[in-house]
């Protein structure tokens, strides 16, 4: 079956014919894959800047970010059903037995680094027309959302961002609780930085928690990325026009910033005129470059003498992915064109490399394997 692949060592990307996966244990399922995500992790990887091949091979199955149907069940399997849409987590647990967060299924806490994750590290992605996988790894979406269930992955990185979140923020038992409808108050003012899918998935799942929301992002597609964050009520403020001075200024003392875009020296800019409490949410794996001068004296004081959190947080266990799809119903109900302009193009796998290029434009672009 036809599948993108990566040779790191030969430094070649392209469609392969790759062997297709057959049921082998009771409890695996077999999928139909229909939608690809494609994101700045896999442009990395087609960049050979980061992703490792499964052992015993000399390429690696790109794609994470996936939406599938279920062909065929094994006969232990009774989560799943064939005709099921499902998404399918990413990462794997290590098989070290001493790694209690593996043990217990948290892997995104994973403490060796020997984790797998599918499409990325040491194991086949998804970017490829049929899957084999365990039943504990799969997601039911439901039928209504086939057009938009690509997007739950990256949406989970903003739910277990959220979840990490809302433990910090229980120090303040003042704070108001989140209700939809109910108007934001004290720490609920938070800024998103960037305005891809990961920001804008995180500032919708910030507006439906209550958050009064502002992005700032620099950005070619700036009018269309306007457009969807306007929609769901929240700010736009271009990096172009707004240095983060005019930002702090406009969004007022921030109590949250929701980091997307990977950019470290331009996020602890930001770092600096946190509010009082706050919390500070990275997400963005940089690609290493050179030093960047930080003001750190600045950083630590205004931390200790302000209470502020810097938390990073990756990946996503199974029950941040039940949060995205609940919520990814929740954003189509409310700003149904919105939701839908988030998915720039689509692209059959024979031209899987051209969203995949750095100068592939639009917010997110999928490769559409089947239909
Ligand atoms: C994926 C995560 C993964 C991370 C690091 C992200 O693009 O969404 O699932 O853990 O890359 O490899």
């Not at 469609?15 to 992790?41: F, N, Q, W, Y």
Request: hydrophobic fraction near 40%; proline fraction near 8%; glycine fraction near 10%.
């Amino acid at each position: 079956m036809k599948a993108l692949a990566v040779f790191p060592a030969k430094r070649e990307a392209r469609v392969i014919d790759h062997p297709e996966s057959r049921i082998v244990s009771p409890t695996e399922a077999k999928m139909r894959v229909l939608d690809v995500g494609v994101c700045g992790t896999d442009r990395e990887i087609v960049d050979f800047q980061y992703g490792t091949p499964p052992e015993g091979f000399d390429y690696l199955v790109i794609g994470h970010e996936s939406l599938s149907e279920v062909v065929e069940v094994g006969p232990q399997v009774s989560r799943v059903k064939a005709g099921d849409l499902v998404v399918m987590t990413v990462r794997r647990p290590c098989s070290h037995p001493s790694c209690i967060a593996c043990r217990e299924g948290r892997q995104d806490f994973c403490y060796t680094g020997d984790y797998t994750e599918r499409g990325i590290k040491s194991r086949h992605g998804y970017m490829t027309e049929f899957v084999v996988e365990e039943e504990r790894y799969l997601n039911v979406v439901p039928r209504p959302l086939r057009d938009i269930g690509v997007l739950v992955e990256p949406l989970t990185i903003a739910e277990k961002s959220l979840e990490q979140l809302g433990r910090i923020q229980q120090r303040l038992p003042w704070a108001s609780p989140v209700e939809p409808g109910v108007p934001p108050g004290p720490g609920r003012r938070a800024v998103v930085l960037g305005a891809g899918p990961v920001g804008l998935l995180g500032a919708m799942a910030l507006r439906v928690s209550g958050y009064d929301v502002a992005v700032y992002s620099r950005s070619p597609q700036h009018d269309e990325q306007n457009d969807i964050v306007t929609a769901i009520g929240a700010r736009y403020i271009a990096a172009e026009t707004h240095s983060i001075d005019q930002l702090a200024q406009l969004a007022g003392p921030i109590d949250v910033v929701y980091e997307a875009t990977g950019a470290s020296g331009f996020a602890f800019e930001v770092i600096k005129h946190l509010g009082p409490n706050a919390v500070f949410i990275f997400t963005g794996v940089p690609g290493r470059k050179g030093p960047i001068p930080v003001d750190t004296d600045r950083i630590m004081r205004d931390m200790v003498l302000n209470n502020q959190a810097i938390v990073g947080s990756v990946n996503a266990p199974p029950h941040s992915f039940e949060a995205a799809i609940n919520h990814l119903g929740v954003f189509v109900s409310r700003w149904p064109d919105a939701v839908r302009a988030l998915i720039t193009r689509r692209f059959p796998i024979d031209q899987a490399l051209e969203p995949l290029s750095s100068g592939a434009g639009g917010v997110k672009n999928v490769v559409a394997i089947s239909s």
